[in-house]
């Protein structure tokens, strides 16, 4: 497992899998370890995956201050692992929460970003996010369920700030809650740094104006890819967030929710390595 040490002497690590160019992969939740993101259905066939643990998750080291759980205060452990890695200019795909860490890392390192994926993301770095009706309408989707009848009321209670998180709404997270689904929401318990969760968006973390305004150099490609029936961000928030941006695109998988590579993983691949500009051919 290759590590390397951040500014403040934070010992960080990242896991390789797969062969060919370099993709640096920033995992979300917020504070989520690296692997729920497994091979990213398959993705390990076309690229070789760089997953990073954000500090304080997975194999990386607590910091010694909680405060640099704060997504901007992260930006620096990303510039300096893509130092580390030995790359010029990087291909990065961040996902959900990690959507903020990699809008911040492009305002601020601009011109060491080749291409950006950003899949389901959180746009708050840019001053939008879901909102409550979002998910609401995204849920009402999939009221031909057969679990919809027990989970759409907990699921609005929950969003409405009435009730506690519940298990029973986990399936709108999902475009097909199946085994493969059930099993990857029962390990984010374990996969997932609370604190450091409560940290990532705290005040100050987000400059809206200013990163906007830094933004407009941005001059590399970037793919918004949303699920059909996920709730944040839905696919009209997802070309929202596009349109803010310089250079993007917004693709929308069917069926597909918040983890679209477990979903449709054939869909997922090859929209995500064709706009990364490879050859399709497996490079093993």
């Given at each position: 497992?290759?590590?390397?040490?951040?500014?403040?002497?934070t010992?960080?690590?990242?896991?390789l899998?797969?062969?060919?160019?370099?993709?640096?992969?920033?995992?979300?939740?917020?504070?989520?370890?690296?692997?729920?993101?497994?091979?990213?259905?398959?993705?390990?066939?076309?690229?070789?995956?760089?997953?990073?643990?954000?500090?304080?998750?997975?194999?990386?080291e607590?910091?010694?201050?909680?405060?640099?759980?704060r997504?901007?205060?992260?930006?620096?452990?990303?510039?300096r692992?893509?130092?580390?890695?030995?790359?010029?200019?990087?291909?990065?795909?961040?996902?959900?929460?990690?959507g903020?860490?990699?809008?911040?890392?492009?305002?601020?390192?601009p011109?060491?970003?080749?291409?950006?994926?950003?899949?389901t993301?959180?746009?708050?770095?840019?001053?939008?996010?879901?909102?409550?009706?979002?998910?609401l309408?995204?849920?009402?989707?999939?009221?031909?369920?057969?679990?919809?009848?027990?989970?759409?009321?907990?699921?609005?209670?929950?969003?409405?700030?009435?009730?506690?998180?519940?298990?029973?709404?986990?399936?709108?997270?999902y475009?097909?809650?199946d085994?493969a689904?059930?099993?990857?929401?029962?390990?984010?318990e374990?996969?997932?740094?609370?604190?450091?969760?409560?940290?990532?968006?705290?005040?100050?973390?987000?400059?809206?104006?200013?990163?906007?305004?830094?933004?407009?150099?941005l001059?590399?490609?970037?793919?918004?890819h949303?699920?059909?029936?996920?709730?944040?961000?839905r696919p009209?928030?997802?070309?929202?967030?596009?349109?803010?941006?310089?250079?993007?695109?917004?693709s929308?998988?069917?069926?597909?929710g918040h983890?679209?590579?477990?979903?449709?993983?054939?869909?997922?691949v090859?929209?995500?390595?064709?706009?990364?500009?490879?050859?399709?051919?497996?490079?093993?």
């Amino acid at each position: 497992m290759p590590t390397f040490t951040a500014a403040d002497g934070t010992t960080l690590a990242y896991h390789l899998r797969g062969g060919g160019t370099p993709l640096a992969v920033l995992p979300g939740g917020p504070m989520r370890a690296s692997g729920y993101l497994g091979d990213l259905g398959g993705l390990t066939a076309y690229r070789r995956l760089a997953l990073l643990d954000l500090r304080g998750t997975g194999d990386s080291e607590a910091p010694a201050d909680p405060a640099t759980y704060r997504c901007d205060r992260m930006v620096d452990d990303v510039e300096r692992w893509r130092a580390h890695l030995g790359l010029e200019r990087m291909d990065l795909l961040a996902h959900s929460a990690a959507g903020g860490l990699a809008l911040l890392y492009a305002a601020r390192h601009p011109h060491r970003i080749r291409r950006l994926a950003l899949i389901t993301p959180n746009p708050s770095a840019v001053g939008m996010r879901a909102t409550p009706d979002d998910r609401l309408a995204a849920a009402r989707l999939r009221a031909d369920e057969p679990w919809f009848g027990r989970a759409f009321p907990a699921y609005e209670a929950w969003l409405a700030g009435d009730a506690d998180f519940d298990e029973v709404f986990l399936p709108f997270f999902y475009g097909r809650w199946d085994d493969a689904a059930r099993a990857h929401a029962e390990a984010e318990e374990t996969q997932t740094n609370d604190e450091a969760a409560e940290r990532y968006s705290a005040d100050g973390a987000f400059t809206l104006d200013a990163t906007r305004a830094a933004l407009a150099a941005l001059t590399a490609p970037v793919l918004i890819h949303a699920g059909e029936y996920d709730g944040g961000p839905r696919p009209a928030l997802a070309r929202r967030v596009a349109e803010a941006l310089p250079n993007a695109e917004v693709s929308v998988q069917p069926g597909a929710g918040h983890y679209p590579w477990l979903d449709d993983p054939e869909h997922f691949v090859r929209r995500v390595v064709g706009f990364l500009g490879e050859d399709g051919a497996p490079s093993r």
